[in-house]
C-alpha cells in the first residue's frame, strides 16, 4: 500500500476517496442536512452539540444531482424531492422515518440530468425542475404530471430562483 493515502472521512461521512456528494439541502423544520451521494442514497444529519450524525437515510433508484426539502400547502407533510442523473424525479415524505415514496414523475428527457428541483407552492403550479436537455419543467402537484415545458436554452440549465 506504498503510495496510497488511506482514505478520510468527512463531516458527513462520506470518504473523501469514495463516492463524493452530489448535493446537499438544509431541512429546515427538522433542522437536518441533506446530503446526496452517488452512491444513490440520501443521507440526513442531525446535529448534538455541536456534532453531526447521521439520523436516516433513502435509497434512490437512480444516482441524485440535486435534493430539495419543501413545505407544500398541498401535502400534509414536508417533502424530499431528489432530481437524478436520467431525467427522473422522485418525491418522499420527509416527515417520515424510512421516507416513503410520494411520487414519480419524468420531466426531462431520459439520460438528461435533472440540476435543480424546487416545490412551488400555489394554484395550478407544483414542481419546477431545470435540467441538461436545455429545458426548465412545470409538473403538476396532483397528478406529478408535466404541464409546462420552457425551452430555448441553448445549454443545460442548472439553476433557477
Not at 411520487?103 to 439520460?111: F, V
Not at 431545470?130 to 443545460?156: K, Q, Y
Request: charged share 20%.
Amino acid at each position: 500500500h506504498r503510495g496510497k493515502k488511506k482514505p478520510t472521512t468527512s463531516r458527513f461521512g462520506q470518504t473523501k476517496h469514495g463516492f463524493p456528494h452530489s448535493s446537499i439541502a438544509f431541512y429546515e423544520r427538522q433542522k437536518q442536512v441533506v446530503v446526496a451521494t452517488n452512491d444513490r442514497m440520501i443521507k440526513f444529519f442531525g446535529s448534538t452539540l455541536g456534532r453531526y450524525s447521521q439520523v436516516d437515510s433513502v435509497y434512490c433508484h437512480n444516482t441524485p444531482q440535486c435534493v430539495s426539502v419543501d413545505s407544500f400547502s398541498a401535502s400534509p407533510y414536508d417533502l424530499l424531492t431528489v432530481g437524478d442523473i436520467s431525467g427522473g424525479v422522485t418525491i418522499f415524505n420527509a416527515s417520515a422515518p424510512g421516507k416513503d415514496l410520494v411520487a414519480t414523475c419524468q420531466p426531462h428527457r431520459p439520460g438528461s440530468s435533472v440540476r435543480k428541483v424546487k416545490i412551488i407552492d400555489g394554484p395550478g403550479l407544483g414542481l419546477i425542475s431545470s435540467g441538461m436537455d436545455c429545458a426548465l419543467t412545470i409538473t403538476d402537484a396532483e397528478r406529478w404530471e408535466v404541464i409546462r415545458t420552457l425551452r430555448g436554452h441553448t445549454h443545460g440549465v442548472y439553476c433557477f430562483d
